[in-house]
């Protein structure tokens, strides 16, 4: 609609919703006061001078929480139990084994001997191998004592049947203790008699895990933190985030919890209001459409309550949550000007319950930039898939570079957020599956789905350039004036070509009575009353519905079908009605030749109304000339114009006379033959 100022009483449906979305997202917000001061690594101290008001912990960062988990978990004691069973079995198998003969007692006793030895160092089962290799002390259980033994002083079992063969080759009775053995299979009496103790190294593995103190010191009362000015380095940013999170979690909240709680819904009002006159300005279209405002309202209240929900519980976990998909979707659906504006809106209130609020807000604002210039070009399923690495890609250099400037080298990385960021990005490539949902659930249009209708080889399309082939010509060359027009001025390109079309393809049931379908010179409305004519005139817009429904167009293609002739009327038959008919009533005669649809209530259809008018009217000019089609775009707009066909469309003065700068520079172009060359003669005649 072309309006001077906006009415809010036109919006009393979106502030209701929007008041209720603050509710419910204030529901879930934390019932804590905030920590007053900003700071960040690398940065000076804008405050004043910070002593301990209290007595606090200082605790470890999460880089130094993993490095000691990981040192346990490489240097965690390993324990075997001593089993005597073994050895006293093995052995009484090995006497019964032994030639029983009082000749060879000696040899007898000097293998048992061996056997002995090789028992006593101890022999490890190799289960655990692959356990051990990395280590060179275990712990052995003898009894209820525990032992620490070099890894070297003990047996595995090739290492004792080594053992074995190489007392019995160096024995001084080699030749007799061989002939004495011949017969014995030696290495099935060795077997070991130290077994792995899963269970019990594995409990005080998870022991010394649980151990571990999330502290490491303490700051006492009066004790100076940071001075004004003063760098935030690596340690007095550990002493202050912990002072934040002692604040925050263990001091409780000494101010007015009624005030608290006022306080953090005007806070969001705020945020949302901006978010609403941002859009009322701009777009103020996914305002005053329900199935708009609620798609927006209910998306931004799932990514507030997700956020919000694992701020309360693994604040670590926050960047999991992909804040991208907001901006994604209003991009696909919408407009990418409307996305940057939710997008920031919503970070910023989230990233006022974030610990490192900046870093979050820097984040999540260079990621959504690059998410909206990704997405807003594209027209292939198969490109999601480079946009989504782009996101990723922008997640990790923003950190990266963050990280620099807070430490001035890449040591302090924690290399855990690249996972996280991989993560997220998988999240967004299944999210974005859910578009196909929103397109039948909302009836919303992706840039996808209108690329695909606007391919000429679609079978409507195609059955319209052969059933009513002047009419297809007629469609395509709307549709270039179209495009051009609505790039000049903004808006959906990719939808006003498509509606452009589709707009006519009713014709196709009777296209002989269309003039562009008509060769022979031979006109069948000659033979036929104005009301019949005009019947015929009207029904391709009726038809054109049903056969737009037939093949499963989406409403917002059909709605150029309806509005490209709005509330105007078949003038040639009801001037020629009214010849025939003098002295009736207008208003008895007006609706037998009104079309039947609605006048635009978007600029884009608004702007293939123009360029349908304009492009039809153009083929009927006798004289084409540059004044000729600029008096004629003139002239159908102002009609157009005072015929009140715009005043339900967002398309203001200044962007009607783009409008017609464009139309009239197009059709220039197209008649340009006609316009600059003079009419061809014959060498004769010209003498």
Known sequence: MIKSKICFKDYRRALVLFTLTA?????????????????????????????????????????????????INTNYNIYYTYDPIVEELQLNSLKEALPDNEDYSKLKDEVLSIYQQIYKRGILNDDNNTTILNSTVISIIRGNVSEDYLISALYMLPAAYEYLNNTIHNSPNRKELEKFLQNTELKQYIQPNLLYDEKLTLQVKENRMESILPTKGMVLKGDKIISKGEIVTSSSFQILTS????FEENMGFSGNWTLLTIGQFLFVIVCLAAMFILLLLFRHEMLSKTKNLLFLLVLINLVSIAALLILRNKESFIYFIPFTIVPIYITTFFYSRPALFVHWMLILMIGNFVPNGFEFVYLN??????????????????????SVFLIYLAYIISYLILKLIQEGSFTSINWFFLFVFFINSLIIITLYQFTFVFEKLFGFLSDSRLVELSDTNQKLL??????????????????????AAIREIGGNVLLVRTGALYHDIGKMKNPIFFIENQSSGHNPHDGLTPEESTRIIIEHVTYGIKLAHKFNLPESIIDFIRSHHGKSKVYYFYSQYKTLHPGIKEEDIAPLFTYPGFNPHTKEMAVVMIADSVEAASRSLKEISIDTISNLIDKLVGFQLAEGYFNDADITFAELSVVKKVLKHKLQNIYHGRIEYPEMKSEKENQ
């Open 243 to 246: 002072l934040k999170k002692e």
């Open 23 to 71: 509710c419910i997202i204030l529901l879930f917000l934390p019932r804590a006061g905030k920590f007053k001061y900003e700071f960040q690594k690398g940065k000076p101290w804008n405050h004043e001078n910070l002593l301990a008001s209290f007595d606090f912990p200082i605790y470890k960062s999460q880089a130094e929480l993993l490095e000691e988990q990981k040192q």
């Open 365 to 386: 604002s260079i990621a959504g930039v690059v998410a909206i210039w990704s997405f807003k070009h594209l027209y292939k399923r198969g490109q999601l898939f480079s």
């Open 462 to 483: 195609r059955e319209l350039a052969e059933t009513a082939p002047g009419t297809f010509q007629h469609s395509m060359q709307v549709a270039n004036l179209a495009e």
